[in-house]
């Protein structure tokens, strides 16, 4: 099987799973608790907090974790309205991740006031419109690398023109990927993710930055500073650790992999199957992503194209895989102006510091197929 899926590109490191082994058998013991087993585990969790802030220059204070991006976009969301109540509006644009659309949705039929932002045909944010919304009591949020499309957003220069609002970012896509850095983001808040960068899954954090009042959303113990309630997960933290070394370690080698082999992609693509649309910007965009649709897509089926990959042997998806088999448009695709025919049949490819030139070419040449085979069905 060719795994060009998002989540199926993400398995884990073995060095990482060593690493998280000896913290679910001999070193079991609970972080909150003061007997030398559970002060072991602190030493770990601590030891971890410290190393992953540094790789986004965040003070060790400033990392909360959390169980993944999902749980903290709501948490920032959430708490910076209710609990916190720093704020009493929301800014977004459409091309969210459904982990920010959700809660906003949600939060909206409550009353409280959602500025929907919107984006060029690439996708990309304009400052001009964040100024409209550029006051202290308005959340913004903007994904800094999306999903689907892969387009990195200037989230420093966007800040600039939301400079009295608070800012927060998913970076759940681009952390490991490409450098961060959250002073030069000038972010408020940011969300990351181990299981993007071949750690475990169900293990994140949240950045919140130094002398923000921000409370717990998660109640029932004073873990991570009373804000994040709930034990903490000793392996999957230090698993977290493990593979967030692995990726800094190894960004440029494998940013350069990654890409020539994207480029071939969409090379391959472009010349093997007649009107396609690459929807991955050329310029700035993170390496692992390129996201295309197909012009004459009224009359092909999108499901039927990620089906008939995946019954040759390639996974692929159409979108965010929060929501892979629900075979609705794209709404990423949608926010960008695409006909809604093409958001339902577009295909995300989704490459890894493990995916091969041969799997590269083999999958061009099993979507030319499916693609061509589609096109006669419809014309007869």
């Excluded at 600039?160 to 896509?173: E, G, I, L, R």
Aim: with cysteine; glycine share 8%; hydrophobic share 40%.
């Amino acid at each position: 099987m060719i795994y060009l899926d998002n989540s199926a590109t993400t398995r884990i490191d073995e060095g990482v799973l060593e690493s998280m082994l000896p913290w679910m058998t001999e070193k079991y013991g609970n972080a909150s608790s003061i007997h030398g087993l559970g002060r072991a585990a602190r030493v770990a969790i601590e030891d971890s907090r410290t190393e992953i802030a540094h790789y986004i220059n965040a003070h060790p204070a400033e990392l909360i974790f959390t169980s993944g991006g999902t749980e903290s976009n709501n948490t920032v969301l959430k708490s910076c309205i209710f609990e916190s109540e720093l704020c009493t509006e929301l800014a977004s644009p459409l091309t969210e991740h459904h982990s920010v659309l959700n809660p906003n949705e949600a939060m909206e039929a409550l009353g409280i006031p959602w500025h929907k932002i919107g984006v060029d045909a690439s996708g990309a944010v304009s400052g001009a419109d964040l100024a409209i919304v550029n006051r202290k009591s308005v959340l913004v949020s903007v994904m800094h690398g999306n999903n689907e499309t892969g387009i990195v957003q200037p989230i420093g220069d966007l800040r600039k023109s939301a400079a009295n609002a608070y800012f927060h970012t998913d970076a759940v896509q681009s952390f490991g990927k490409i450098p961060i850095d959250v002073q030069d983001l000038n972010v408020d808040f940011a969300t990351i993710s181990a299981h993007k960068i071949h750690g475990p899954k169900g293990i994140g954090a949240m950045f919140i930055k130094k002398g923000i009042d921000f409370k717990a959303h998660q109640q029932g113990g004073g873990q991570e500073r009373n804000r994040r309630a709930g034990t903490e997960a000793v392996a999957l933290i230090v698993g977290f650790a493990a593979a967030a070394r692995k990726a800094v370690r190894d960004l440029e080698e494998n940013c350069q992999k990654i890409v020539t082999l994207r480029d071939k992609l969409n090379y391959l693509l472009r010349n093997s199957i007649l009107d396609i649309r690459v929807n991955t910007p050329l310029e700035n965009t993170l390496p692992h992503i390129l996201n295309v649709s197909f012009k004459d897509a009224e009359f092909l089926d999108g499901e039927a194209i990620i089906q008939s990959m995946d019954i040759s042997g390639v996974a692929v998806s159409n979108g965010s895989a929060c929501v892979s088999g629900s075979a609705q448009p794209s709404h990423v695709l949608l926010g960008m102006g695409l006909p809604p025919a093409e958001t339902k049949a577009a295909v995300r490819f989704s490459l890894s510091k493990y995916t091969t030139e041969s799997e590269i070419e083999q999958s061009v040449a099993i979507l030319s197929e499916i693609i061509r085979k589609l096109r006669v069905i419809t014309c007869n």
